[in-house]
Nanobody, 122 residues
Framework: QVQLVESGGGLVQAGGSLRLACAAS????????MGWYRQAPGNQRELVGT???????NYAESVKGRFTISRDNAKNTVYLQMNGLKPEDTAVYSC????????????????WGQGTQVTVSS
């Protein structure tokens, strides 16, 4: 089955940087949009940013100029480079991908990673 596995979370001081990665594996025919979301305690999950297969990106206003999304299509991997981290960026970060599989039938579905904790201390 298709799986998304994230890595790279951790604890960092305010102003620091972290790089998250999310690798997709399994019977993948193609990957459309990939993205990152985050959820802080007591808050709803919110979009951080997305990237299309062609490399077009979209970011939440709160992270523009600080975070950068990229992807390696050959590795089915999406990255999130986070610079200038703030305590309010503390959350569980999850990746999402819209993936097409063709096992007998064509299916296009959204998949989620398990999430990785990012904690920014002041």
């Amino acid at each position: 089955q298709v799986q998304l596995v994230e890595s790279g979370g951790g604890l960092v001081q305010a102003g620091g940087s972290l790089r998250l990665a999310c690798a997709a594996s399994g019977p993948i025919f193609s990957i459309n949009v990939m993205g990152w979301y985050r959820q802080a305690p007591g808050n709803q999950r919110e979009l951080v940013g997305t990237i299309t297969s062609g490399g077009s990106t979209n970011y939440a206003e709160s992270v523009k100029g600080r975070f950068t999304i990229s992807r390696d299509n050959a590795k089915n991997t999406v990255y999130l480079q986070m610079n200038g981290l703030k305590p309010e960026d503390t959350a569980v970060y999850s990746c999402n991908a819209r993936i097409e599989t063709r096992i007998g039938v064509r299916i296009l579905a959204d998949y989620w990673g398990q999430g990785t904790q990012v904690t920014v201390s002041s």
